[in-house]
């Protein structure tokens, strides 16, 4: 899929890791749009700084939580631009919520954010590209999960069943979509650590990790592209944590 001219979907693009990946597929030329949920005024920061650097996108904000948001924001790339290419399911919230203290609440917005809404967003595309004449190489949805479904720490167990359903998600669905829609997913390893995360870890992390440097966004904004430009591959994920996943 040629990004150039593409008009992409990138959940949770108000900032941090979503930011830079609305921003390096506008860099490549496609249009954006940038989803957000309450985070509107950090959304349209988003917005602004593709536009200063020549690229195309708008804002829209709608709750992933309820099927009226995921519909409201699958609609909004045919009727903004007339056509749709590429998502990336990136929303998340990191939440450290233990096996002990975690509710039904809280296990059910993981699945909502984090299992329904890609499944549905995704199904959306796919039923886009099935019922319009469309170019001869497929659509592509990338899901951005965790490294940490690998070797999950007791502290969010709730989070990382989530993000591993998501996984297998992108397995079941390449099938289910091919060859229209191509499913991929990255899985980054500590990119933007969190404004109170502590520093000392990641430095000892780091030593730990098999290449000695964590991923940098830019690392996992690479990663995204190549899913998105190899036509040829589908229902893989590729980590991209300096190795994390090996330990």
Same mark, same amino acid.
């Given at each position: ?56 996108? &708008? ?19 045919? /009727? ?45 595309? +796919?039923? &886009?590209? /099935? ?5 001869? %190489? ?8 965790? %490294? ?11 989070? +990382? ?5 998501? /996984? ?32 000392? +870890? ?23 592209? &190549? ?16 190795? /994390?996943?090996?330990?």
């Amino acid at each position: 899929m040629k990004l150039s001219g593409s008009v992409v979907v990138v959940t949770g693009a108000s900032d941090r890791l979503g930011r830079m990946l609305a921003l390096g597929l506008a860099a490549r030329g496609a249009k954006v749009v940038v989803h957000c949920h309450t985070q509107t005024g950090s959304a349209d920061k988003t917005v602004a700084l593709i536009q200063e650097r020549g690229g195309t996108a &708008f804002r829209l904000s709608a709750d992933l939580t309820s099927m009226e948001g995921i519909e409201a924001l699958a609609a909004s790339p045919v /009727e903004h631009f007339g056509r749709w290419d590429a998502l990336v399911n990136s929303a998340s919230v990191f939440r450290t919520i233990g096996i002990g203290e975690v509710g039904e609440a809280d296990w059910q917005l993981d699945q909502d954010l984090h299992q329904r809404a890609p499944f549905f967003l995704s199904k959306a595309l +796919y039923r &886009f590209r /099935e019922t319009v004449e469309v170019a001869e %190489t497929p659509a592509c949805v990338v899901n951005i999960t965790d %490294t940490g479904v690998r070797r999950p720490t007791a502290s969010r167990p709730s989070y +990382y069943c989530a993000k591993s359903a998501l /996984e297998s998600q992108a397995r079941i669905l390449g099938v289910a979509f091919a060859p229209l829609v191509r499913v991929n997913t990255v899985a980054p390893g500590a990119v933007i650590p969190a404004v109170q995360a502590d520093e000392t +870890y990641f430095a000892q992390l780091k030593k730990r990790l098999p290449l000695g440097r964590l991923a940098s966004p830019e690392d996992v904004v690479d990663a995204v592209i &190549f899913l998105f430009e190899n036509d040829s591959i589908t229902g893989q994920t590729i980590a991209v944590d300096g190795g /994390e996943h090996l330990l």
